[in-house]
Nanobody, 115 residues
Framework: QVQLVESGGGLVQAGGSLRLSCAAS????????MGWYRQAPGKQRELVAV???????NYADSVKGRFTISRDNAKNTVYLQMNMLKPEDTAVYYC?????????WGQGTQVTVSS
């Protein structure tokens, strides 16, 4: 079992920044992909950014150049630095960890960007 605990969400004005953190605990296979997804009201959950255990990253087009994903393998923690936030970034952000044959989700953290 893998547990994911997110932190760092909140309310920010457009143009501001937030940093999300997600700490994983439990039985974690070293080869994995960690990432962030988001879900706005009335919309499907969508990928924001993912990072492999070796540091390869992938971003949604909508956040490229504004968001940066990183991870600390020693701490089993993934981060999402969000800059130049826009009202359309408002959503619940979920942490995800995928490994061979399994995947886990965090409980989600609310990010609200006011105009």
């Amino acid at each position: 079992q893998v547990q994911l605990v997110e932190s760092g969400g909140g309310l920010v004005q457009a143009g501001g920044s937030l940093r999300l953190s997600c700490a994983a605990s439990g039985s974690i296979f070293s080869i994995n992909v960690m990432g962030w997804y988001r879900q706005a009201p009335g919309k499907q959950r969508e990928l924001v950014a993912v990072i492999t255990h070796s540091g390869t990253t992938n971003y949604a087009d909508s956040v490229k150049g504004r968001f940066t994903i990183s991870r600390d393998n020693a701490k089993n923690t993934v981060y999402l630095q969000m800059n130049m936030l826009k009202p359309e970034d408002t959503a619940v952000y979920y942490c995800n960890l995928r490994t061979i044959g399994s995947g886990s989700w965090g409980q989600g953290t609310q990010v609200t960007v006011s105009s």
